[in-house]
């Protein structure tokens, strides 16, 4: 049962992280080098000026982790988002710690990464997210094996 209501993020801000995330996307798939770095670079000057601005959103932060390449500098962004989070009632921490979790892994820091992915399981189950307790019980098994 879901006993939390996730946060719906405002249409023109989803539509416009959806846009430079597909164009990543679609640059890297294609093996455009130079339009993904592009694409990236618009991504993080578009999260400095909703800093500048103060209006910073959890989402664009985690959106921006998640296409950063540098594991320590997504790290960062990664615990940005999340402390961000406590601003936006109904915004989903546990997506955040999961990938905070398997940047942890790409580190070899397993304990960090179990203590996160432990953490979400909890809060995904308070939001009802299936699959992200079955990523978390996924993870868990390959880091205990």
Request: negative net charge; aromatic residues 6%.
């Amino acid at each position: 049962m879901n006993s939390t209501t996730i946060r719906k993020i405002p249409e023109p801000l989803y539509s416009q992280v959806l846009d430079l995330a597909l164009k990543i996307t679609n640059a890297s798939e294609a093996g455009d080098s130079i339009a993904q770095s592009a694409a990236f670079l618009e991504l993080q000057e578009f999260h400095e000026e909703l800093k500048r601005v103060g209006s910073s959103d959890p989402f664009v932060t985690e959106t921006l982790a998640d296409f950063t390449l540098d594991d320590q500098q997504a790290i960062i962004l990664y615990k940005l988002a999340i402390s961000q989070s406590v601003a936006f009632e109904g915004e989903p921490i546990h997506t955040k710690k999961i990938a905070l979790a398997l940047r942890y892994i790409d580190l070899d820091n397993s304990n960090v990464a179990r203590d996160l992915l432990l953490q979400a399981r909890v809060e995904a189950n308070a939001f009802g997210d299936i699959d992200s307790i079955k990523e978390t019980d996924n993870l868990l098994a390959q880091i205990d094996d």
